[in-house]
Structure formats: C-alpha cells, structure tokens
C-alpha cells in the first residue's frame, strides 16, 4: 500500500513538473514528450531510491554480522552507480523537453 501511494505521489509530482515544461515557448512539437520525460524522471527516481535503500540495507546487515568488514568503498560505489543511472535518466529527459 505504501509503494502505491508513493507511486501516486510521484505520478502526480511529476504532472506538475510537465506543466512547467509546456510553459516553455516553442521547446518540443510533440506536446507528449514532456510528459513523457516527466514520467521518466519519476520511474528512475524511485527505482534509484528502491535501489539505494535495499543496499544500504545490505551493507548494515553484512556489517551488523561482521564489525570488521570493510564494506564503505563498496557501498558508495553502488551509491554512486546506482545515482549516475537517475542522472543519466535526467540528461535523456532534458533532451527530450529541449
């Protein structure tokens, strides 16, 4: 129930954010390309922050079983994959808006 209602938020979080798009004179022909590029934005935000929090849950779980594991240089390398993949997403939209 939790995952529909942040589905929900987002889905209308991102209603707005195309409504700004189309306030940009002469930016796209095709009106759906800022809508598209919203929900674009959407999807890849909470399939980042679905991936971060499940490895950070991992790596609290392997360093609560192991105080000695050295697992931040692993960690923040995921994070930051993991981030670079939303990034990109943002680029692509911003190209499809402009």
Do not use: H
Request: include cysteine.
């Amino acid at each position: 129930m939790r995952f529909v209602c942040n589905l929900l938020w987002v889905a209308v979080g991102s209603s707005f954010v195309s409504q700004m798009a189309f306030a940009s004179e002469g930016a796209t022909k095709d009106p759906y390309t800022s809508i598209a590029a919203a929900f674009a934005i959407g999807i890849a935000v909470v399939g980042g922050a679905m991936g971060q929090s499940k490895a950070a849950a991992s790596a609290l779980d392997g360093l609560s079983r192991n105080p000695q594991a050295k697992v931040f240089v692993p960690f923040m390398l995921s994070i930051a994959l993991i981030e670079s993949l939303v990034i990109y997403a943002f680029v692509i939209a911003y190209k499809l808006i402009s």
